[in-house]
């Protein structure tokens, strides 16, 4: 299955899970990560899971795959300086990870994808 088949059934069939084949596929140094993040639950977002991760050993860096249910419905406008502070400060408290991308989905498994770099100090 090419990355663009698994990712037109991901459209037809949404399922967080689902998003192991492509990261897979796309990228062989993907690991992943079945675990439920429950305990950044609020009342905007819900069923935050992490997917897998990405250790970029050339680059010395790691990142993150996560899922995460929000409560409204997804639309162009819809809470993305919500979603992007959500996930910076999952960033910032997992420690460990230099960037992350997020899986925010709605009821209607309308969903988007969310490219997030860790603050630098330096």
Known sequence: MTAKEI???????F???SFKTFFRLKNTDFSPVSQPLTYYQDNEFTNFYQIGEINFRAASQKLVIIAIKILIPLSERSGKKAQYEKAKK????????????????DQNNNFRFSLIYAESLG
């Open 7 to 13: 990712l037109s059934d991901i459209v037809q069939n």
């Open 15 to 17: 399922y967080p899970e």
């Open 90 to 105: 999952i960033l910032r408290e997992l420690n460990v990870f230099d960037a992350g991308i997020f899986i925010f989905y």
